[in-house]
Every structure is written in C-alpha cells, then in structure tokens.
C-alpha cells in the first residue's frame, strides 16, 4: 500500500475578513505574519467532517494558510554524492534525498501545492513578462516546487561547477532535454498548455527531482519550510471555491473555502 493511501487527513477551513488589510506579499511560499480575525465552521469534503473553528487570520485580498503533517515523518535517505566531487565538496556533511515530507517548525509541510479550483472564472490568464526561475545549486533543483502560468517564461540555471541536465518529462506539454555542462549556463523554456505536476529530473545526478505546474489561472501557492502560504485573490469576487492540495510523497486532497469581503484562510493538516 502507498504512503498517501496510510494517511488521513484533516482539514479545517476558515473564513474571515478585517476592517483593516495589513500590507500583502506576492503570491509566494515565504511566510505570512498573522492577523487576528474572527472565524467561521466550513465542512472539508475530505474527509467530512466538521471542526471547531480556528482563528487562523485573513487579510483583505489574501487567502492565507498552513499545511502541516502530524506524526513521525518517513525518513529521508542520504545522497551518495561520491561519483560528482563538485556535489561532495558541496555538501560535507552528506544531503538528505531532495522533496519527500519535510517538517519544519511546529510541523509546517514544506513544498505542498495549493490550487483554487472549482468555482474560479474561466477567463484565461495572460502569462507574466517576468520569468520564473529555476536553479541547479548545490546539485539540487531550486525550488523544488514550482507554479507558473501556461507559456510563462522560465529560466533555468546552473549555479554548479558541474555538468548537469535538465529533463522535463511532460504528458501534454512538449518534453526537453537540455544539456548544461558549465556554471554560468542559462536556458528558456516554457510549457504552452495547463499541466499538473510535470516531473523534472537530472540525468546525470537521478537524485536531482522538481516538479513544475503549468497553471491557466493565478490563484495557486507553494507552502514554505513553516508550511504556510498565502493566495493572492486579485479581482477575485466572493463566493464558494474548490480547494486542491497536492504533495508528491502524500499525494492530493481537496476541499472547500469560502471567500467573503475579499478574505479568506484554511488549514490543512496531514495525519499519519
């Protein structure tokens, strides 16, 4: 049986809204200061059932959140870096396998995937001029988790004094396989169609592993190393929203969040 299979999960929803907004981060996975606000019951739809409200905090303009894992998370083993003396020397001490379940402070779940779903407008939107980045340093990927809009430029770089490649191994978008023997070395790419979790692996050093997703919409978030996270709502009107989170070891779950006067937040925690 899959590790996501073992686990249960609970998900309390909460909803909120304040007379004053505090000031907002972009849409990113780097942690969000609470706010004190008052709550409400919402039914998570997996599984259902109803818990006590938590006063967690929105912000006008914001969802935000927490994703947290309960329990002895699975071990992460050790690199064997031996074969790339670069990579050795990079990491003296040994490096744990990248991804998995990663437990920060009071046991935020890092790299978990947060995407509003149902009840979004299909208006399609337009991929921002700025590109997303990813890195190869300290022969890992950086970020592990990634969000973009379909056809959003992303830059690939290689921070390493070592030969590395970066294999994009999509179902509906086009795969690459892009070479980068030198540090300093930068390549462009793009996905031109909506894809959930398109794995990302290393050729040359198989440990390495990131998963990108392809996005028609902006209201999306990667949880940080303290498992928060926060979605920015733009124009956005109120209303009832499907909820989806995805981890690549845990595997997804969905809910419900109600957004009202502009604000919203939930917390979801994974029970082993």
Not at 6 to 30: G, M, W
Not at 92 to 110: F, H, R, S, Y
Not at 232 to 256: A, I, R, S
Request: proline share 5%; hydrophobic share 40%; glycine share 10%.
């Amino acid at each position: 049986m899959m590790l996501a299979e073992t686990l249960t999960a609970v998900l309390l929803l909460t909803v909120a809204c304040a007379d004053e907004s505090p000031a907002i981060s972009d849409n990113a996975p780097a942690a969000q200061q609470a706010v004190a606000a008052a709550a409400t019951n919402v039914v998570a739809t997996t599984p259902a059932v109803v818990h006590e409200a938590k006063i967690s905090g929105a912000a006008k303009g914001v969802i935000r959140g927490t994703v947290k894992f309960e329990g002895d998370a699975p071990e992460r083993g050790k690199v064997d870096l031996s074969p790339d003396k670069v990579c050795a020397d990079d990491h003296k001490d040994g490096m744990a396998t990248p991804g998995g379940v990663q437990v920060g402070t009071g046991g935020g779940l890092m790299d978990v995937f947060i995407q509003l779903t149902s009840g979004v407008p299909e208006s399609k939107a337009e991929a921002p001029a700025e590109a997303a980045v990813i890195d190869q340093i300290g022969c890992t990927y950086v970020p592990h988790v990634l969000g973009v809009i379909k056809k959003q430029k992303i830059e690939i770089l290689n921070s390493d004094a070592t030969l590395h490649n970066i294999h994009a191994q999509p179902k509906t978008n086009k795969e690459f396989n892009l070479a980068m023997p030198n540090k300093g070395d930068k390549r462009e790419v793009e996905f031109k169609k909506d894809e959930q979790a398109i794995h990302i692996k290393c050729d040359v050093h198989p440990w390495m592993s990131a998963y990108v997703f392809s996005m028609e919409h902006p209201y999306f978030a990667v949880s940080g190393a303290d498992g928060s996270f926060s979605i920015n709502l733009g124009e956005l009107p109120d209303g009832e929203y499907g909820v989806k989170l995805w981890h690549e070891v845990l595997g997804t779950q969905e809910g419900k969040v109600t957004v009202k006067d502009g604000a919203g937040s939930f917390d979801f925690t994974y029970k082993k």
